[in-house]
């Protein structure tokens, strides 16, 4: 009889309800006040949770060696859920590659971090990526305060990526559509490069466009197997050396043969 009675409950606190003539607006806003706060409160502990998984990601990442301060503060604030798809979102902070579309991925975040820190980003430089992807590289280096600019071969990637980036706040990152095997000679020479693709060589316009003194690093071997990271540093004397990081795995360096710079 218990359950009667509840159900005798709503029936009748229903019937007092319907005795009282509520303007349409009252009772929209009498739902919200209800609604609100509980969805709100929900958005706020998501939130958190993900703030305490971006912290332990990035405590995993210098205990595996990253020292960096700007690139660690970095990895703590930028907050990787939002590069991630809905469907892979609560493996965002996993130290792990996960899908984007197209066939393609926002990278492991101690690939980032260690890339990051290899460029030694300062807000006074300028840096370029190839391959923005998921727009994450390029939030990580405008985090440290670097004055990034990030090119992408699948226009869909592109634009995606461009409007979540504004969403965010991230002004100091302008990105277009292209072939990163051209650089962006409008905006050259850059600090430091960056690139997040597989090439097979490293690209001669990419070192061009490289300030004496600068920094560049990028992936390089088969494309579909495992290739080198390599350090690329250009003297005052424009004399470039380069030097073998570790074996890494990323997706091929694309060619839009129609495109030109
Ligand atoms: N940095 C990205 C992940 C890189 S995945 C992130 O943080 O999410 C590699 C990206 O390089 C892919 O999005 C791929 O489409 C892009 N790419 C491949 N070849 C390219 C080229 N020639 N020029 C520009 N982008 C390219």
């Not at 005798?8 to 919200?32: D, K, Y």
């Not at 209800?34 to 502990?45: I, K, N, W, Y």
């Not at 939130?47 to 998984?53: L, S, V």
């Not at 020292?67 to 907050?79: F, G, S």
Request: net charge positive.
């Amino acid at each position: 009889m218990t359950k009667l009675s509840g159900s005798e409950n709503v029936v009748g606190s229903w019937r007092i309800m319907r005795s009282i003539r509520f303007h349409p607006c009252t009772t929209l806003l009498l739902a919200g006040l209800v609604l609100c706060p509980q969805t709100a409160s929900g958005q706020r502990s998501r939130e958190a949770e993900y703030r305490e998984q971006r912290l332990a990601m990035a405590a995993l990442i210098r205990r595996y060696g990253v020292e960096d301060a700007r690139t660690l503060h970095a990895m703590e604030t930028v907050p990787r859920h939002e590069f991630v798809p809905e469907e892979h979102r609560s493996r965002a902070y996993g130290d792990h590659p996960r899908p984007i579309g197209y066939g393609q991925t926002i990278s492991q975040p101690y690939i980032v971090a260690y890339m990051t820190e290899m460029l030694h980003p300062t807000p006074d430089m300028k840096v370029l990526e190839v391959g923005t992807g998921s727009g994450y590289q390029a939030a990580v280096l405008a985090q440290t305060g670097a004055e990034v600019y990030t090119v992408e071969i699948f226009e869909a990637l592109a634009t995606s990526a461009g409007e979540r980036l504004k969403r965010l706040g991230f002004d100091n990152v302008t990105n277009r559509h292209g072939d990163g095997h051209f650089g962006w000679p409008d905006a050259a020479p850059f600090d430091a490069i960056i690139v997040t693709a597989a090439a097979g060589h490293i690209p001669p316009m990419l070192i061009q466009q490289l300030k004496p003194g600068g920094r560049m690093i990028i992936p390089v071997g088969s494309v579909y197997g495992v290739q080198n990271l390599i350090f690329v540093e250009k003297d005052s004397n424009g004399k470039v050396r380069t030097r073998n990081l570790l074996p890494v795995r990323f997706v091929p360096m694309l060619s839009d043969l129609r495109r030109t710079p």
